[in-house]
């Protein structure tokens, strides 16, 4: 057998997505330590790239990253394709609200779902320093709604004339809105320029207006703060002889698949999003752990969760232009708490501007064809009123099969089986959807009448955003696998890391909230290594 | 040469300009063109708003036929957010859009008596409609890639232009192009210097 690689490091990274990022980045600064970061996928294409990738996208529709996958890896179940250098949060929208007080206590208030071990005042810290090392613009909310212990770094990115007169819709339906923050720059920020409404945010901001992790990999890289080995797909953990301390990471380095490498660390961080990390746990099912790493609980892979949404297209007696900054929204935070008169059911709502319904077609209504000038006429005729696009992320609380496991039937091209995913509602999610999904279309419906508007279209998308879970954060060694600091309780130099970790996918977009996790667990695996003075 | 030979030249030069000149930039001339330039412009003349002028049917039509140059096949397709599908870009369609051309200038020979470019305006627009009439299934512009014929491949390509949207809110939106976040509170200003809408 050829003889392994070895490589020793004493924090060993595994996986380059935005939490790794930023926590390796915070490590860096504080704590004298050797950091290697381990990626499955290949580096990214660089800023002075992405003008072009993004006119290819804009012109074709071609993927503006390619080589962001790694073909075979397909999962069975929901999964956004993305292995590479700063993961997801290459394509991300750069949307970065807070989660609310309510997501971190559900039990407590509502009688339902699982609290965290943690609380959003000692979370609080963290999102800050997330919103202030990604550089996130934002508006400050009432105070009631939006708690929070500092202003935002940044300005709010301000209101197209169309978000000004949507906002006074939601005003008008009695409803608080403000300016959704962004981890895009309003002014110049951490040597990055201020957005210029290229609207492409996602899939690819062509500028470097909205952050991206491997900014921080780049900028780590530079300065020789950690090692970043890509290409290099880590197969399962292996414990130390004697103990319960991890003792090495075995890997594959897809340009040499044959010869294997061996990280051996002092502490190991998993950082592989809601798949990839309960994932290289199971795997690494041995005879002292017939469970896999981290899983004596057998909660590994259990309790995944996200959120769904309902959506509406709203067509209201409004001088909307469609492009003035399409991916910007307002958000509201009024629906976090259940009402008095409410069976359980928290959501938050955003506004955007739309075309929907009010984009150039080939038919008229009578079915007659439309070319040339009779094209222009009809459309310019259907854009006297506007569109708003209407949603509402409402907070799913997950069953404990809500779950990943391997799939026997289905390999990775190294031989090793594939995750299957499978979402499913808890108890009191399971009973509340129908009385959940109907009270937020009555909300939209409200709204309508409110802005003398009429619905075009309104659905419910299946889909839970945002998902997270699967290694899932308590004080309970019975009832998780980690502690509030991603710690795992079966053993003491493994940590998991943001999205995996929470235990609920509270009803926003989750992608803050998993960075500030990870830099709070930063703290507690930098206090192994020596302070910086 | 044939056309598919030439389509092949053009796309090998085409792909040494940097892509990013290609992007909302309409202005550009061909180096050469893959189809039929006269007929090209006469089909734009029928698809496209008279609005436009003759200059801008014909830098329409031009930026039509670079962004056909340019072209990549089977490219991936950008992927969302909660799929693992990967999929590809259709095939060239130039081959069979340089048919349809084809089949237009028959068919106006053939029902009028002279070449598709001498024809009137009405006349066109009657054989262009024969010819994607059956095409139309419902009401939605199709990915200018996916056309299933050359007038709907040049109208959904032009539709999806920066400039369709100013045209037709009369406005300078200027949709997904770099614009200054100072400027986005402000109603965008009516177009040329029009009453806008």
């Known amino acids: 057998m050829t003889r392994p690689r070895v490589v020793e490091t004493d924090i060993c990274i595994i996986g380059s997505g935005i939490t790794a990022a930023l926590l390796a980045e915070k490590i860096a600064k504080e704590r004298v330590a050797r950091m290697v970061v381990v990626e499955a996928g290949d580096h990214v294409v660089p800023l002075e790239r992405r003008p072009a990738r993004r006119a290819r996208f804009v012109q074709y529709e071609e993927n503006p990253w390619p080589s962001d996958h790694i073909d075979g890896m397909e999962v069975d179940g929901i999964q956004s394709r993305s292995m590479c250098v700063g993961g997801l949060a290459m394509h991300w929208g750069g949307v970065t609200p807070r989660f609310s007080p309510e997501d971190f206590r559900v039990e407590t208030l509502y009688g339902v779902g699982a609290d965290w071990p943690l609380t959003y005042d000692d979370l609080d810290p963290y999102f800050q320093e997330a919103e202030e090392r990604m550089g996130v613009a934002g508006a400050q909310g009432p105070p009631e709604l939006d708690p929070r212990g500092k202003p935002y770094p940044l300005p709010a990115l301000p209101l197209s004339y169309n978000l000004e007169q949507l906002y006074a819709w939601g005003a008008s339906a009695g409803i608080p809105f403000w300016s959704q923050p962004s981890a895009k720059n309003s002014i110049a920020y951490d040597g990055r320029p201020p957005c210029c409404r290229n609207d492409t945010c996602s899939p690819i901001c062509p500028i470097g207006a909205k952050y991206s992790p491997d900014f921080t990999w780049n900028a780590l890289r530079a300065a020789g703060k950690v090692d970043l080995l890509t290409r290099t797909v880590v197969r399962r953990l292996e414990l130390a002889a004697g103990s319960d301390r991890i003792e090495r990471a075995i890997a594959l380095d897809r340009d040499r698949p044959d010869q294997p490498v061996e990280f051996r660390a002092k502490t190991f961080v998993v950082a592989g999003g809601y798949v990839w990390s309960a994932h290289l746990l199971l795997l690494s099912a041995s005879d002292r752990v017939p469970q896999g790493i981290a899983n004596r609980s057998g909660l590994v892979g259990k309790y995944l969760n996200g959120h769904r949404s309902v959506s509406a297209y709203i067509d209201l007696p409004l001088d909307i232009y469609p492009g003035m900054n399409a991916q910007h929204s307002l958000v509201t935070k009024k629906f976090m708490r259940p009402g008095p008169l409410d069976r359980y059911i928290r959501h938050d709502l955003r506004i955007w501007e739309s075309s929907f319904g009010k984009q150039p077609r080939l038919r008229d209504e009578d079915g007659h064809l439309l070319l040339g000038d009779a094209m222009m006429r009809d459309w310019r005729a259907r854009t006297r009123r506007g569109t708003a696009r209407v949603r509402a992320y409402y907070d799913v609380l997950p069953a404990r099969n809500s779950e990943l496991t391997l799939d026997r039937t289905r390999r990775t091209p190294w031989g090793d089986p594939l995750p299957r995913l499978q979402f499913r509602d808890g108890e009191a999610s399971a009973a509340l959807r129908g009385h959940t999904e109907q009270r937020i279309r009555d909300l939209f419906g409200e709204m309508a009448r409110a802005g003398n508007g009429k619905i075009l279209w309104m659905g419910v998308n299946e889909f839970q955003d945002h998902p997270a879970g699967g290694c899932r954060m308590g004080s309970d060694p019975a009832t998780s696998v980690c502690d509030s600091y991603g710690r795992t309780h079966d053993h003491e130099n493994l940590f998991v890391v943001g999205a995996p970790t929470m235990p609920t996918g509270g009803c926003a977009n989750g992608t803050l909230t998993f960075v500030a996790l990870g830099l709070r667990s930063a703290i507690a695996i930098g206090e192994a290594f020596p302070a910086r003075e | ?197």
Not at chain 2, 10 to 16: C, L
Not at chain 2, 64 to 80: I, M, S, T, V
């Open chain 2, 1 to 197: 040469m044939t056309p598919f030979d030439r389509r092949k030249f053009v796309a090998t030069v085409a792909g040494a300009v940097p892509a990013a000149s290609l992007a909302g930039n309409i202005r550009t001339q061909p180096l050469t063109s893959i189809f039929d330039r006269g007929l090209l412009l006469a089909l734009g003349e029928v698809v496209l708003p008279s609005e436009l002028g003759s200059h801008g049917v014909e830098r329409v039509v031009t930026a039509f036929d670079r962004w056909l140059q340019a072209y990549r096949p089977g490219a991936e397709r950008d992927h969302g957010y909660g799929t693992g599908k990967i999929e590809h870009l259709p095939e060239d369609p130039t081959e069979q859009w340089t048919a349809q051309l084809t089949a237009l200038e028959e068919a106006a020979r053939r029902q009028e008596m002279k070449a598709f470019t001498d024809t009137s305006l009405v006349a066109r627009q009657r054989l262009v409609t024969e010819e994607i009439e059956n095409l139309v299934s419902d009401e939605r512009l199709p990915h200018p890639t996916a056309a299933p014929h050359v007038a709907l491949g040049l109208l959904a390509y032009f539709y999806s232009t920066p400039e369709a949207a100013d045209l037709c809110y009369r406005a300078v939106i200027g949709k997904e192009t770099c614009r200054s976040l100072d400027q986005a509170p402000s109603k965008p200003k009516p177009l040329g210097g029009g009453g806008g809408r």
